[in-house]
């Protein structure tokens, strides 16, 4: 097997992970994942989000369980679950700004031989999906498969900033309406913002006196 630098030794390469060996002994693994790696998921973050390299940690398990093969037999039915946490910048179809999306995926995989085993596997079983193992499998394809079936068929806000800016221009009518009180209280306290850069101005001016002398 090929070491990959920045791939501590011992731990597999989630990049071609031998998901039979895997699964038949029942390893762990976990790791990090960026955004910048996977391309397509990067091609749903917009180019003004704040961070467009958010990361994912997931965590996959092995496992075997002994189930009736296609030749009648009992045999070990291997097994992965795997689950991703995180969040990645996404556009906002209400308002077209950027929003952080959290992501929660938490799925188990039948791992069989062939894509012809995947087709015949009844789709019934919702809680399980169906993968073609590989001795050497993209687990972070995978992930981002799973990044990508997890997207929001609308993305958006829960709240939009617009709604904000309504809110305050409300605000702003009921000052009106509480006009004597807002001035008493806040009116000094609201103010001074903008007189000060003209104040400055002011005693800059004042300050010239070169101009004054001529
Ligand atoms: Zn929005």
Redo the contacts with the bound molecule.
């Keep these: 097997m090929t070491q990959h630098p920045g791939n501590p030794a011992g731990l597999p390469d989630p990049h071609e992970l031998d998901l039979f060996e895997f699964a038949r002994s029942g390893r762990q693994a976990a790791g990090v994942v960026r955004v910048s790696q996977l391309p397509r998921m990067l091609n749903e973050v917009p180019a003004e989000a704040p961070d467009r390299d958010t990361a994912f940690t997931w965590q996959a398990e092995g496992a075997t369980q002994p189930e009736l093969q296609d030749d009648g037999t009992e045999g070990p039915q291997p097994y992965l679950r795997m689950a991703v946490h995180g969040a990645a910048w996404l556009e906002?179809q209400?308002?077209?700004?950027p929003?952080p999306q959290a992501f929660n995926i938490d799925a188990t995989y039948r791992i069989v031989n062939t894509e012809a085993e995947a087709e015949e596997f009844p789709l019934d079983e919702d809680e399980v999906e169906v993968i073609v193992g590989s001795r050497q499998f993209d687990l972070v394809d995978l992930i981002e498969e799973e990044l990508l079936l997890s997207l929001p068929l609308v993305p958006?806000?829960e709240v939009?900033?617009?709604v904000h800016e309504s809110l305050v221009s409300g605000v702003a009518g009921a000052e009106g309406e509480g006009d004597e009180a807002a001035q008493d209280e806040a009116g000094e306290g609201d103010e001074p913002k903008r007189p000060n850069p003209f104040a400055a101005l002011e005693s800059l001016k004042r300050g010239e006196p070169g101009d004054k002398k001529h």
């Design positions: 906002c209400r308002c077209m700004t929003y958006k806000h939009c900033p617009e």
